[in-house]
């Protein structure tokens, strides 16, 4: 048995620290990590790709609208081409880079706003998806599971990675629960911990409501910039390795 | 007996937060507010004025190069009028919002590299003077004493405002230790009251190699950034309150 | 009779020049000048605002969505918050610039996605009134007629300034033709021309489909980067003189 | 016979274009392509370099200082760090999309003051070199001949390719006239030529005081973004031609 778990990685931008990458990588199996548009100044990205190298851990990219004041996290409308240069441009960079760190990129998860309009819209999904498979039509695409990503990723015959999510409290429909909801994000580590082993064991998810409803994932995220990320991070870890399920790639 | 403490201020950029601004605005007199150019969004910068406003704090801009990844920290090469220009047009800014949140800008320090270069070099402090008594000649100007900046304000009879550093250890010659030295930031807070004490009471300042040297001020900085920043703040505002000494504008 | 003929100015960035704001200024009354998000670096804010005041001109803030490749012109997702604080960052900044280039800044006209996206969006629209309004409740607000600024505008006592463009073909529902289409740009400056006289005089446009249609217009826009921009402007100009028609505010 | 013809290219940034790239790739052999960080949004650096590949030319990187406003024509302080990483980042991004456009990537030229500054500074130099050979020990580096940059090349077992400059005037210790200077600039397309073939065929040059001085080069840059660069351009390629001079790769 086996599952990767994956965080957003190399956000910070100068001086201007965020997330917690050092104490949470050694615990995790795939690093998303920031091309520099709403995150990621290059000495950032440079070292983070590295670390994870030389952690083994897979090295994927995770790019963005350009938008550091937002971080990435307001929808933006592009047209087709500029999507598809804008995911093209990102992608490369960090090609290289894990190239030159001694490992290959393995995946691409794109980040925030550009994620969750993509999963919707089809006419944002099929730009980003063209992106990837030019750059290497190896490359894993990280999405929900049923999106629009997943269903054009399938019909361009790129490999998909279902994900969910360990520290969100998901929706009756498997949305996410709104953020600005008290208890929207499972601070405690034994809680996420909890909803990742029923994810892994059972393939269902306890909702916001209390029911139990089927799951699929292929991958974990953590969110890095939890207060208590570190400890989630450590608790899933460790209550994975006592059942015996390993930590690593699809 | 008085003197004024001041901090840099609303330099966080989005989501990516910088300082304690809150929690040590309390603690101070003066406020140096970012003007988008290094740090400071739109949101945070007005909503630091507001606060600052509300709290009755001095009102001040700080304009830096333009260098988020660099936080203003890397000197650039500028043509006197770049740097005039660079410097009219972000004081402008916070000229008009201190006015809407019901104060007056108050004064004027320029941040990072842009301080230091000015500091030594005359053909910068030209220009960033010249920019200053543009937007208004009642505007005062931090700087260090005997400093270039300081020559040229008298020069064209702007008021200055000789800053000096709470939390920094002096060398002989009064300039800043480098922060590679270990000890070089004065992260116990006593420490920090105790060097704010002498240079308020006895106008000297004990030095690396345990000299006492002379040094005049009028405002003493406190970095928001140091880890032990809001205990800083507090112990020199008690130790002040305690002395009897007040602390506000120059 | 009397017309407002108004440009969008002061959007060159650094090296990058766009535009012919030196040959235009001559020849209309109202400058709306960029505030350094979508182009307008220092220098180019601060020169154009100081022509244009020694012109005569009427000066205007054009703040826009923070998007320098895409030119302002792609939409983003704004909370109400997010967007207050745009626009009054933006504008803060030209108010002062514009006193002290010895006028006072007359009135705001959104840029680009910014404004087509507010002329339809309520939820938009009420976020920039309310921050022109913060900064100075005399600012004139530039929109087009009947849009949802307008509406907001009205309701919060702003006075709103009716657009119509000289040289851009209506469609029958008084919308702009999207510019994809041939002939969607009027570049023959004597069509242009016909067009201002037609609306300023009978208060009406003629459509694509060659049908007459009431409009109503306070001011009339001219963009700048045509390739017959500066003759579009020219001859607007003669022909409204040879009319006995004045060129000026509203 | 052979003489290798290069331009900065792929500089424009969004709807702020600049230069004249389709009109002039015909006639040279190499491009140097911007990497975003002065010029150069996703989608023009992919198209030019598109368009490069497709006409057989050389594809090189072009990277610079951050500084869209500047240009990359103002010096930054940077660490050896700083430097290492931006420079590896940008050529990371080119070096992607070099292969994926269907060519490798041939060569580094930074842009700018980087150039200028890296050419006497062997501090900054080595983060150079190293950074390019950390891409790829096979990929050409464009300098001054002579410069820190040419001797830390050949330290490190780099290939170095000479640069002349085709339309500036030079002074007598081979610098380059200041562009104050009437003249500095060879706007003349055959007086450009003369200067091209001098060298090629005579190794030598004319210096801004008549004077012949002896000058090397495998490569001659064109600049774009003179107005009369497009002649210039053609007027070379047909001198050389007609001479019997091949124009192609070191």
């Known amino acids: 048995m086996k599952i990767d778990i994956n965080c957003d990685m190399g956000e910070s931008y100068g001086r201007?620290?965020?997330?917690?990458?050092?104490?949470?990588?050694?615990?995790i199996s795939s690093c998303n990590i920031a091309c520099g548009m709403h995150g990621g100044d290059p000495s950032t990205v440079i070292d983070t790709i590295q670390m994870a190298s030389a952690l083994g851990k897979n090295v994927g990219a995770h790019p963005s609208y350009p938008d550091h004041i937002g971080f990435g996290r307001?929808?933006?409308?592009?047209?087709?081409?500029?999507?598809?240069?804008?995911?093209?441009?990102?992608?490369?960079?960090?090609?290289t880079l894990a190239a030159r760190?001694?490992?290959?990129?393995?995946?691409v998860k794109v980040h925030g706003a550009l994620y969750n309009d993509a999963a919707k819209d089809k006419d944002l999904a099929r730009p980003?998806?063209?992106?990837?498979?030019?750059?290497?039509?190896?490359l894993k695409i990280f999405t929900l599971p049923d999106s629009e990503v997943s269903a054009v990723a399938e019909e361009l015959e790129m490999a998909v990675?279902?994900?969910?999510?360990?520290?969100?409290?998901?929706?009756?429909?498997?949305?996410l629960q709104s953020r600005s909801i008290p208890g929207a994000v499972l601070e405690d580590p034994e809680m996420a911990a909890d909803q990742v082993l029923n994810i892994v064991k059972n393939q269902e998810v306890?909702?916001?409501?209390?029911?139990?409803?089927?799951?699929?994932?292929?991958?974990?995220c953590i969110h890095g910039d939890t207060p208590t990320a570190v400890s989630i991070a450590r608790t899933i870890y460790d209550r994975l390795q006592s059942e015996g399920i390993n930590i690593g790639s699809w």
Chains 1, 2, 3, 4 share one sequence.
């Open 128 to 138: 980003i998806v063209d992106a990837i498979k030019y750059i290497d039509p190896n």
């Open 206 to 220: 306890e909702t916001a409501t209390g029911m139990k409803t089927r799951l699929q994932a292929d991958t974990l």
């Open 16 to 27: 201007f620290r965020i997330g917690n990458d050092e104490e949470i990588m050694p615990y």
């Open 161 to 175: 990675v279902r994900e969910a999510f360990a520290d969100r409290r998901y929706t009756e429909d498997l949305s």
């Open 74 to 95: 307001r929808s933006m409308s592009l047209s087709y081409k500029e999507a598809f240069d804008l995911v093209v441009f990102q992608v490369a960079t960090l090609y």
């Open 101 to 107: 760190a001694g490992t290959k990129l393995s995946h």
